[in-house]
Structures are given as structure tokens and as C-alpha cells.
């Protein structure tokens, strides 16, 4: 079997703090406060979306169209990551690119939700009511949410990348597993380059909702990651967003003079039996095997801002001293599925620029060290799903 180095030569961002890896840097350099959102779904605050001109990356008005919020953030930023990686416009290289997604089920049509349930209230023919709306209201093919595969799909369309395709879902895990599969399918030579990432709009109700449900949201205003224990609600602000990895082997982006970010020397996942497994104890394990050769000079945590959970992760962290800690959520919500390709962007930024940026929350994060080589990026599920990657300068 090979083992070939995976290295990233493309990233897409887009978030609150704006769009690409120039607008982040300088967010994350700069003394910008976050961009919040305290009004439209009160009590609950998330990070909006900025002005974005879709027609950027989505030329096609009629693609633009049938795409909901979450599908149209996705494909532009796989459009950004393309561009980065100097592929967006190589039709042979996109023809024979993999693409792995990770994706929720999309966001309800909550006009149509809305209806079946004031129908409901007052026809005694639910069966029949239900079977109109759903060939009435609702488009070929989809039912009352969107298909998660449907991002992958649109930009196989937009984008032409049209080799191997996969979709995981499951919140942060899939973000997890998405960049462990492609990792392993590059290093054992089943791929040579790929397209990975996800998106996530946090300004839909049903975003929320499903949040809410189990009591996760932070219900008293924003405030900085780490402080968050004490505050109203469960913890976590969502924020819109999308982040998207172009992912080659190192000859391979060797042979086309590719610009490489950094490397990805190991992802170290888990999915723990909060109930019954020690949350601080895992993830001191992966980040203890992911510092094994070398302690890391930087730690990129996706923390959630979950109570007890970012806690714990905080603990953990903690313990490896010799490494800085940024919580990049603080700065631009939290993303779900994009939160590892979001934080393992981040990283492998960092390890390009050598330098790690600013504490994002001066009282618990310590001022960074002159220059790094090594940096890890965490992803510590809200409710399950725990991971590490490590980047390496290359």
C-alpha cells in the first residue's frame, strides 16, 4: 500500500467575517468585533452571513434559483477553494477530482411546514390534505427537507468536478469523516486530488430548532467563547458559513506547481458514550497522539460553545502547555458540518504564515509564540463526535 503525503493546496472560506483566506487572516489578526445577529431570531444570536455575490461562482441565475441558503454557500465555496487551488478552471483536472461533502438534511420549507400544520387544525382528511401538499407544494423529488446530497450534486453542476462522489451526515462527525476519508484515500493512492468540506446557514428556524430542542443555544447575548458557563441557555451560537479543502497527494501538487498550504500528517477521531466515556480524558488521548513526535505550536479549536462539553475540551487543552489555544468560534459561531474543514483551514493558514494570529479571548488564551511549524485543529462534537487533525509545514 502507498503512503503519500496529503497536502492542502486550496481553501475556501466564507463566513460572518467575509469571504477567502486573505478577509479571515485579517479578521482573525485584526480587533474587529464579532458580527452578531441578537434581533431577528431573539432570544437566540447568531453570526450572519455577509454580502455575498453569488454570481461570483454561481454564473447561472437558474442554478442559483433552485438552491436553498445552505446549497448556494456550499458551492460558492467550493468555487473559492477551486480558485485557490488554481484548478477552477482546468476542466481535465476537475473531470477527474473526487469530492466528499459533509451535509445535514438540509433546511425544511417552513412556508409549506406552516401550512400542513393550520390545515391540520381544521380538515379531518389528514391523509389526503398531506398527499396534496406534498405534490402540490413541494418540488419533484424532494420532501420536506432537502436532500443532503444535493450540495454535491449542484457542484458537480456548477463546478464540473465530476469524479467519485460521497456524502456523510451526523452534525460535526461527518465534517470529521470527511476529511478522514479523503486523507486516507489520498495517502493509500486511490486518489490523487479531492474537493472536501461542508456548509451550514445558521438563519433558518429549523437550524435553530433542532438546536434548541435539546436546550443548546445561548440565550443571553453573545460573549467570548470560554465564558460562556455561567451564561443563560446552553452555550452555542451558530453562525453561517462554509469551508472547503482542495486536498492532493504531494507529487501530485508537486508536478502541477501547486502552491501547498501545509501538510496533513494524521486525523485521530473518536465517538464516545458521553453517558459512560470521559470527555476530557478522549480528548487528551487525540490530542496527546497527535502531539506524539512533537508537541504542536498552535491548537485551532472548533469548541461549540456547548456548556460542560467546551469545558471540558478546555481542560484537556489545558494540559498541553507548550501549545497556544485559539476557540475560533467566539470570532464567527459556530458552522456544524463545516467546523473541522473550517478549523483545519485555519490551521494549515497558520502553518503557511508561520506565525500564530491574536488571542481571539485574551483572558483564557495565551499570546502565541514567535513562529510555528506545527498546528493542530480540533473538533469537539456538541453531542457526539470527537477529532484531531495535525498540520505540518511542508
Known amino acids: 500500500m502507498q503512503n503519500n503525503t496529503v497536502v492542502i493546496t486550496g481553501i475556501g472560506l466564507i463566513s460572518s467575517l467575509g469571504e477567502g483566506v486573505d478577509a479571515h487572516w485579517q479578521a482573525f489578526n485584526g480587533e474587529a468585533e464579532p458580527r452578531i445577529d441578537s434581533e431577528t431570531f431573539k432570544p437566540y444570536t447568531v453570526h450572519p452571513l455577509g454580502e455575498v455575490d453569488w454570481n461570483n461562482q454561481i454564473p447561472k441565475r437558474g442554478d442559483q434559483r433552485q438552491m436553498e441558503t445552505w446549497q448556494r454557500i456550499g458551492t460558492y465555496t467550493a468555487g473559492l477553494a477551486l480558485q485557490d487551488a488554481g484548478i477552477k478552471d482546468d476542466e481535465a483536472l476537475c473531470s477527474t477530482m473526487d469530492m466528499v461533502v459533509a451535509a445535514g438534511g438540509g433546511e425544511r420549507d417552513v412556508t409549506v411546514d406552516k401550512q400542513i400544520l393550520a390545515e391540520a387544525r381544521v380538515r379531518n ?20 427537507a432537502q436532500l443532503s446530497n444535493l450540495l454535491a450534486g449542484n457542484i458537480s453542476i456548477v463546478h464540473k468536478v465530476t469524479g467519485s462522489s460521497r456524502t456523510f451526515m451526523g452534525e460535526e462527525g461527518a465534517g470529521i469523516s470527511a476529511i478522514d476519508t479523503t486523507v486516507a484515500r489520498i495517502r493509500s493512492g486511490q486518489s490523487t486530488h479531492a474537493l472536501v468540506g461542508g456548509a451550514y446557514n445558521s438563519e433558518h428556524p429549523d437550524m435553530l430548532l433542532g438546536y434548541e430542542l435539546n436546550g443548546m443555544l445561548k440565550t443571553d447575548g453573545w460573549a467570548p467563547l470560554w465564558q460562556r458557563e455561567g451564561t443563560a441557555g446552553g452555550g452555542i451560537v451558530t453562525g453561517s458559513g462554509g469551508a472547503f479543502l482542495v486536498l492532493e497527494s504531494a507529487d501530485h501538487a508537486r508536478k502541477r506547481g501547486a502552491r501547498v498550504y501545509a501538510a496533513i500528517d494524521g486525523i485521530y477521531s473518536a465517538q464516545i458514550r458521553r453517558s459512560r466515556d470521559d470527555l476530557s480524558q478522549t480528548v487528551a488521548k487525540l490530542v496527546g497522539a497527535a ?6 505550536d498552535l491548537i485551532i479549536s472548533g469548541a461549540t460553545g456547548a456548556k460542560n462539553i467546551t469545558a471540558a475540551e478546555k481542560t484537556a487543552l489545558d494540559t498541553f ?13 459556530h458552522v456544524r458540518e463545516a467546523q473541522f474543514s ?23 488564551e495565551k499570546a502565541g509564540p514567535s513562529s510555528i511549524d506545527t498546528a493542530l485543529a480540533t473538533s469537539i462534537g456538541g453531542t457526539r463526535g470527537e477529532g484531531v487533525a495535525r498540520l505540518v509545514k511542508v
Open 342 to 364: 473550517l478549523v483545519v483551514a485555519l490551521a494549515a493558514l497558520s502553518v503557511f504564515k508561520g506565525s500564530a494570529f491574536p488571542p481571539v479571548d485574551a483572558e483564557n
Open 291 to 296: 502531539s506524539a513526535d512533537k508537541a504542536a
Open 125 to 144: 382528511d389528514l391523509g389526503t390534505m398531506l398527499n396534496e401538499k406534498l405534490t402540490t407544494e413541494l418540488r419533484p423529488t424532494l420532501f420536506l
Open 321 to 333: 502547555s507548550s501549545s497556544v489555544v485559539r476557540g475560533v468560534a467566539g470570532k464567527l459561531g
